[in-house]
């Protein structure tokens, strides 16, 4: 629930709540009251002001043939209050069923996490899950980004590369090639940015360097990325979402070969993640359709980003680069997140838009 002051939405408070302790990732200690009144006390000694999840997908799942199938608006608000019950305060949703995800993210609702919203993804035929889009020609995108900016995408989610595609999912041992020409993807880009629109580009292979050059604001996994990559984004503030649990985390059945091969993305993954800072690249912590903000935040330190930079990655940074705030968010903790990262993911108590739902 939301009132509506001037021309801002602001949360309607039902209780007032106050906080005692350090609030990371500044590591401030402070004494924190959220709304008006006489507040009730939080339990636990540590807090972030809400987690974002920025790389998520609330309407795709696995369809009864296990490949990537579209849900709807059940299976979408299930998922948020999951997110919610985590700690998650706000989530970028790059890709799913725009009818769904851009009705969120424009709906006043105090209970759920904000909802950033980048509508379909863009790919054309055979290039992408078939049961998880609605594939756009080389000649239609430009007129698909206007329809999605006009439906109210805020974000533009471009599959760049990706191997072929049949009618029952990947083909076995296909190239994972570029999408669309490099000149397509310019114009579209250049569309995108004269609306006030973003795009997140899912990239695997090493047109990266292409993408970053013609613009696009957020690399989607990143496999292949050089320091000359970083260097280059970071100059004009782009950020990188690594989705470490789909892309390096652990798999109990997978073969020595396929076990080598995530090992060395590991490996390329870390080197670049301690580039990051140096470049002023913004990282950003998502899930993905596998893991989970608490577990991208230990992955994320585990391959070479400090404690704090991995918060801020997953909080107050994503908050800023997305446009947000964490007013009236807070997630406590029992123990200090920086000495133990797990905690993240037994949060002690969640405020969402002022209003205690865990």
Not at 123 to 139: I, L, N, S
Not at 200 to 226: P, Q, Y
Not at 232 to 261: F, H, V
């Amino acid at each position: 629930m939301r009132e509506k002051d001037s021309d801002q939405w602001v949360p309607k408070y039902r209780q007032a709540w106050v906080f005692e302790g350090t609030v990371l990732p500044a590591g401030d200690t402070t004494r924190l009251t959220i709304g008006a009144g006489d507040p009730e006390p939080l339990p636990g000694r540590y807090a972030v002001p809400g987690l974002v999840d920025s790389h998520c997908h609330l309407t795709l799942g696995r369809g009864a043939d296990g490949w990537p199938t579209l849900f709807g608006d059940d299976f979408a608000r299930e998922r948020l209050d999951e997110l919610a019950a985590s700690g998650v305060s706000a989530l970028r949703d790059v890709g799913g069923n725009r009818s769904v995800t851009l009705k969120l993210a424009t709906a006043e609702d105090d209970s759920r996490p904000v909802v950033v919203a980048a509508g379909r993804f863009l790919a054309p035929a055979g290039r992408y899950f078939p049961a998880a889009h609605e594939p756009v020609a080389p000649e239609q995108l430009l007129a698909a980004v206007e329809a999605e900016i006009a439906d109210g995408a805020t974000w533009l989610k471009l599959v760049a590369d990706f191997g072929e595609v049949g009618p029952e999912g990947p083909i076995r041992g296909s190239a994972v090639n570029q999408t669309y020409e490099t000149d397509v993807i310019q114009a579209m880009v250049e569309l995108a940015h004269s609306r006030g629109a973003r795009v997140a580009a899912h990239c695997n292979t090493d047109i990266v360097s292409e993408l970053i050059r013609v613009g696009v604001d957020s690399i989607e996994h990143g496999k292949a990325l050089t320091e000359q990559d970083l260097e280059t984004l970071g100059a004009r503030g782009g950020a990188w979402t690594p989705t470490l649990c789909a892309s390096i985390g652990e798999d109990p059945n997978e073969t020595p070969e396929r076990r080598a091969r995530r090992l060395a993305r590991a490996e390329q993954t870390a080197a670049m993640l301690v580039l990051t800072d140096r470049y002023g690249v913004r990282v950003l912590a998502g899930s993905d359709v596998v893991g989970s903000v608490a577990a991208e935040v230990d992955l994320l330190v585990k391959h070479g980003l400090t404690v704090t930079q991995a918060l801020v990655a997953a909080s107050t940074g994503a908050q800023e680069y997305l446009g947000l705030t964490g007013d009236g968010n807070l997630v406590t903790y029992d123990a200090d997140p920086r000495e133990h990262p797990e905690i993240l993911a037994t949060p002690a108590s969640v405020v969402l838009n002022g209003n205690r739902i865990g």
